[in-house]
């Protein structure tokens, strides 16, 4: 089965950093981690930063100048550098990436941001 594995989630004071990451859990299968998405409760699953094949990269207005990605050449890990972490922030993170032409999603990771 074609998976991703994300890591890095955990529990964070507000203005505090974590940083996630995202990788293929199967080699014999070429999928390539693209970027990611969170989803609050009760609330839908929105876009948080997604790169496009020619590496051109599409953030949330709400984490503009707050959050980074960035990938290795190999497009086989994707990570987002999240910093001044806000409560609103809160949320399962779930890495998407391509396996050919088909959307893989990831389990998700749990990210609270509290004091």
């Known amino acids: 089965q074609v998976q991703l594995v994300e890591s890095g989630g955990g529990l964070v004071q507000p203005g505090g950093s974590l940083r996630l990451s995202c990788a293929a859990s199967t080699p014999r299968f070429t999928v390539n981690p693209m970027g990611w998405y969170r989803q609050a409760p009760e609330k839908e699953r929105e876009l948080v930063a997604l790169f496009s094949r020619d590496s051109s990269i599409k953030y949330a207005d709400s984490v503009k100048g707050r959050f980074t990605i960035s990938k290795d050449r190999a497009w086989n890990t994707v990570s987002p550098q999240m910093n001044n972490l806000k409560p609103e922030d809160t949320a399962i993170y779930y890495c998407?990436?391509?396996?050919?032409?088909?959307?893989?999603w990831g389990q998700g990771t749990q990210v609270t941001v509290a004091s």
């Open positions: 998407i990436g391509l396996y050919g032409s088909a959307s893989v």
